[in-house]
């Protein structure tokens, strides 16, 4: 009796256990810097997009936790002797739907990025890929593009020439795939919740505009064993300091950037919970130079000179940034020192009198002063900076007023060709060379070409570069180009980029590095 007993306790311990166990759900709440304007890989062009996207999709190669490249989909790969050929080999992995994913949902994916009707901002990026370029200006039909399967396991690769950063570009969003039978089967539609198809980690749960993104584990991963976080919920926090208090109330996990005037207090209230490493990425402001009167370079040279970099690195983001000079990054190991302004080591107040002096001789002073607008995304960073700027340009006799939007219309703004006559943004490499930086104002680059700079020269330069297999010529090419850049001033560098997070002790796996990517799929949290 007493034996029956206890093992009628015991079974119901069991279940009271087993049902505790199944509610022990772990979740993590992310601060995202803004809303995603899509989640169709194939069209984004943000980093909040890209967080999330790089948690519900897998491509050949990831970042590991170090940002490292690794294995994703291919477990393994050869190139050919010659450098323009690589062999993807695809581990045993599904969809979240259940189906194979195999290397014809790779060539199905990269034939629908660099077709034209797609209508993808990032296309270019991919133009290494033999033919990409002649079938995403409508030359060619996508099915010529360089890629091909073998066979369902494996998928070949070609190029238009040995690409040394190839292996690095296959990391970005751009190299996810779609599930083809859903993009047939929905349309546009396919990034919805209810058709979305992923092969990553994580599946789309619950997109809800200016609220949250929930994804769910996908228990069809092929390493969900070691995916220990369940759910990611992931919050748009333009709102900076909103996310910090969201964070210090213990709603909030991590904050993925900081209002920086307040990082003296976040450093002695979080210690090492606040994480400002080295982010490889150049801070710019965009000036349309096909508007006058600002298709004149000695106004753009002007208003470059007058602005302190020292000031706005030091005092407004408190030394979480370093002044930049050029637009391409120091610490490219392949490209050496960049090509820096001629003014670097200039005093301020010679550069504003130079700065005054082109204003004259391009027509404006006291009685005609250059009247100019500055376009921010919503950020008291954003804010902090345009209103120095401004006071900076006012020593110089220009009349500045600014205009915020959130950050999805601001983006959209500077992609679709919006009116605008300076506009903030910021660009961070997608793979670890200057040809990533420089690319930006080629003329066929519509989609971050946000100036408008058509420089056939300076294309030329960035065409030669593409071909020439020479390391060391190369990198030459690559430094008149940009030198060439900064005499032409589309782009006002300002800052080089450090990354600004806030992170909890409860997780773990968040690794600080250059590219600030952070899988969720390499974190756990302690509840």
Known sequence: MASGFLRILFAGMMLISGVFSARAEVVYHRGNDANPETLDQHKTSTIPEANILADLYEGLLVYDPAAKVSPGMAESWEMSSDGTVYTFHLRDAKWSNGDPVTAGDF?????????PATGAKYANILYPIKN?????KGEMKPAELGVRALDDRTLEIALEQP???????????????????????????????????????????????????VLDKSPTYYDAANVRIDRVIYYPMEDRAACVRRFEAGEIDSCSELPTDQM??????????????????TYYYAIRTDKPPFDDVRVRQALSLAIDRVYLAEEIWTDTMLPAYSLVPPGIANYGEPSYAAFK??????????????????????????????????????????????????????????????????????????????????????????????????????????????????????????AEQDPEKRSAILHEAEAMFMRDVPYIPLMYYSSHSLVSPKLTGWVDNIQNKHLTRYMTKEE
């Open 163 to 213: 690409t040394p950063y190839f292996l690095q570009l296959l990391t970005h969003q751009t190299g996810l795939p779609v599930h083809p039978a859903s993009v047939e089967k929905y349309g546009s539609d396919f990034v919805r919740p209810e058709n979305m198809v992923t092969n990553g980690a994580y599946t789309l749960t619950e997109f809800t505009p200016d609220d949250k993104v």
């Open 345 to 466: 080591d200039e005093p301020m107040l010679d550069r504003e009198d130079e700065a005054a002096a082109l204003l004259k001789e391009a027509g404006f002073g006291p009685d005609k002063p250059l009247k100019v607008e500055i376009s921010y995304n919503t950020s008291e960073n954003h804010k902090n900076t345009a209103v120095a700027i401004a006071d900076m340009w006012k020593a110089i006799g220009v009349e500045t007023s600014l205009l915020n939007r959130d950050g999805a219309s601001h983006y959209a703004y500077l992609r679709d060709k919006g009116d605008f006559d300076v506009a903030r943004a910021g660009w961070i490499a997608d793979y670890a060379d200057a040809q990533n930086f420089l690319f930006l104002v080629q003329s066929d680059n519509p989609g971050f070409n946000y100036a408008n700079y058509d420089n056939p020269d300076y294309d030329a330069l960035m065409h030669k570069a593409a």
């Open 132 to 136: 990409a370029e002649a079938v995403n």
């Open 264 to 281: 003296a207090t976040l450093r002695e209230k979080f210690g090492d919970q606040v994480r400002t490493p080295p982010y490889l990425g």
């Open 107 to 115: 060539v199905f994916s990269l034939r629908r990025i660099v077709d």
